[in-house]
C-alpha cells in the first residue's frame, strides 16, 4: 500500500471514530446482526435502497472501513469527485455492463476490503424487491467472498428510526449454482443473492430475527 493510500484510509478510519456516532444520532439508527459480519477478508454487503443517506449510514453502522459504488454522473463536480472518493466510494455506469467498476470491485475484495453493493441498481420506495443487476453475481463469483444481506428499515425523518440489520453470511460459488459463467449462470448467482435479502427483509417485516 503506498502511502497516500494508507493516508487516505487512515483519515476514513479517524473520521468513521468521530462522524459515525453522530450519523447514527442523528437518524436514530438502529444497529443489528453485527455478530455476523466477518472481522477479516473481502466481504460484500448486498442491501436494499431507500436514499441517499443509505452510504454513509450503512458505512457508520458496519464494523468495518467500507467502499461502495456510486452513479458515474456523481462524479462529475470535482469538489462531489473529491467527497466520494474520499469516502472510499468510485464511478460506476448504470444500464451498461462496466468492466472497469466490476474488474475495481472484486480488486477492492480480493485486498480484503468490505464493498457495499445496492444490486437493485437505483433507489426503490416501495420496500419490496422485484429483480437485482446480474453484475453481483459475477462479482460474488469471481471473488469468492462472503456476502452478507443488509436491510434498511424506516425512514429518514426528524423523530424516526431506521435499523439496519445485517444478515448471516453466505457464499456464491460455481459449484452452488451448477454452472460454469454462463448468462444463466451469473442469473442464478444473482437470485440467490435475491434470495437471502428477501429472507432478511421478510423476517424483519414480521418481526422475527436471526439472532
Partial sequence: MSFLSWLHITSY??????FGPLIRMAFFVKVEGTEH???HGGVILASNHLSVFDP????????????FLAKEEL????PVRAMLTWLLAFPIKRGSSDRQALKQ???I??????????????RQYGGR???IE???????????????????????NWFRSVTIKFGKPFYVTKDSVQEHGSREDLSRAADMILAHMRELMEENQTGTTDH
Fill in 37 to 39: 459480519f466477518p472481522q
Fill in 105 to 107: 470491485s472484486i480488486g
Fill in 75 to 78: 462524479f462529475v463536480n470535482p
Fill in 13 to 18: 478510519s479517524l473520521a468513521k471514530v468521530v
Fill in 129 to 131: 424487491l422485484v429483480k
Fill in 56 to 67: 454513509p449510514v450503512v458505512a457508520a453502522a458496519a464494523p468495518r472501513n467500507v467502499h
Fill in 109 to 122: 475484495l480480493e485486498a480484503g476490503h468490505v464493498l457495499l453493493i445496492f444490486p437493485e441498481g437505483t
Fill in 134 to 156: 446480474r453484475g453481483i453475481g459475477l462479482v460474488a463469483m469471481r471473488s469468492g467472498v462472503p456476502v452478507v444481506p443488509v436491510y434498511i428499515k424506516g425512514k429518514y
